[in-house]
């Protein structure tokens, strides 16, 4: 049999990819084309008719005033924890990959934050926030306040991500092979030369990955959102998929909540893509 | 060769795990049909997580006794999102609980007339729409200041009298000695206590309409000062002023059941919570009082809460609608129905041929105000987003962060673009 035939290759990859290819194309390609139908709909997600309205919800997204300030607050909430949750991942890694006594406790213990589910992580910082806290300090509860709420938003996400983040990290530190940092040692580097410029320049591709799942999560945080604050104090805590979810289910506009949330897809996709080809470009092939 | 076993093992893992969600998927559908057999099957969807149990419960002995196959399902997803996901698949339950306002949205397209059944005389919270009866109300909820009679007592020393809290300044020289506690939910706000504003109007529409068109200004509305005027009574005495705005109802609740507080605005549906505490039997439920002269100091604002109605598809066969309708019967006539929905569900019924003593003090509040003719109907046709932007608005009130002239400012700025329900 030819191994070129067209015939055969498509037999090869149905056999191969197939089953793959088809579940994709089920559960997320077609809903995604079928959202994107949507947007274009004032349906209110219960009726039996979808009125066709063009581009009426992307116009009304764009002047939904309360999107954009969700959207905003969502900016600022992501570039904190972002940034905050790289530093102390990294670390973390840094501290687990020295050979310290029990360090592979250290690395389970700092990984089990993200086995908790996102809800009942929310839940629980919620009764530290709310009950412990109040009960040692005696203070008001930092929810109730609207910076204090976006405090607490971030710190737990920082929480919950820094140890999913340190297993990456880790993997980087151990791929970097220990014959170039000791040569560079030899050649004079002090050990924070050689982490600048040998260890943290090979290990860039952790670096872009890390960034690239802080990123692309933190825009569409939802669980610990709903957990944790709920939009309170007077939906000064709600994010951009909250408001999302608000808007389709609840607010019962289930056209435009989709507009939106075709936007917020944008968004994360054009963050998240350019930060990946900015990172890839100067990565070093070890 | 150890890899190929490996290997062989993960296929088959992954096979299972197919095997199992293809089950999954499968099990819910094929309860729709069923024409042919000689037992007719019937599905509910119940929306009220806290009877689902009893549900069941009832389900299984309906069966049994009655012959009719009875299956209850439950979803903790919104009522009209999970029904339209059924009604999408052409696989609806012959009988669904839902929300009044979903009534109106479903009815047209979905629901059966149900004006010749026998209960529609006996009950004044049935739903009809263009003079036909739509849904079945399930039971009777009803919104006031719940008090806790023995903690009132001793703060006071004297006996405590719940009718005779008339005007705001009588609620205040109690709440100054006992204590209150205010919810801080957006729903509780706007949905409950702001509504109530509208809907002590004598017409809540004409009302709602002259906000909407400038007519009338909320800000120098008579109703709405004074209801803010009691609701201030219950915020200066907030056994947590400080940080109203993080303070957990359950929290709020547990203190009420021990007496810590003695007043808290709310509803009988607070009971479930009230019960798991060690509570003094000695609480109810009272208006809330407010100097406008028009009786409301006298009545509850509430009315049918949950609502049955029966599929009208093609899907569901004429049997199955008999069925259904013979099961809302026997809610209403048989002695086990009545026992159901009053001494297992402890629900007010909404039914005045059903004469069984209601077992929690708040729904026996109701009850008692409810037999009066004391209920101050549910507007039932809020927007969607009423309860969560006004809800925003009235907890920044309640958090001092907004004096009664901003709050009322952002309601009626709030109203210039909503729409109120068809109806």
Redesign the interface.
Known sequence: MKQNKLSYKIEQYLMFAGPGTALFLAVVIVPFVYGLYLTMTSW?????TKPFVWFENFAAAFSDGDYWAAMGRTVIYSIFAVVLINVVSFALAYLVTRGIKGQNFFRAGFFVPNLIGGIVLGYVWKFVF?RAF?AIFSS??L??TTEGAMFCLILVSVWQYAGYMMLIYVAGFMSVSKDVEEASRIDGCTSSQAMKNVTIPLMRSSFVQCIFLSITRCFVVYDVNLSLTN?????SSTMAAMHVY?QA????NYGLGQSEAVILFAVCAIVGVTQVLIGKRGEVEA | MKKRVLAILLALVLVLALAACSNGGSSGSGSSGDQSGEKVAITIFNSKMEIQDQMQEMAEEYSKEKGVDVEVYYSSD?V??H??TR?ASNDPYTISMVDAKDIY??AA?HAVDLSDQDWVKDTTQAIAIDGKTYGFPVCVEARGIIYNADAIKKATGADFDPTSIKTTADLKAIAEKVGTGVM?E?WSLAAHYLAEVYEQHDDPDAFIAGIKDGSIKLADDEKFNKMMDTFDVLKENNYAK?????A?REVTEQKLAEGEIGLMFGGNWDWSVLNAYDYSENMGMMPVPNDVDDGSSDKLVGGGSKYFFIDSSDNTSDAQRKAAKDFLNWLVYDEAGQDFIVNKCALVPAYSNITLAVQDPLGASVKKYADAGALIPNYNYL???HY??CG??F??YL?N?IDRAAFADEITEYWSTAEVGAH
Do not use: M, R
């Open positions: 209110d997600g219960v009726s039996a709310n109040v008001t509860s929810l109730s939009g309170e104090p007077f939906k608000n289910f609840t607010y019962k | 919104t009209a999102a029904l339209s009604y949205s479903l397209e801080k957006d400080d940080a109203a705005i993080s957990e927007p969607d987003d969560a932007k925003a608005i907890q920044k958090a962060e």
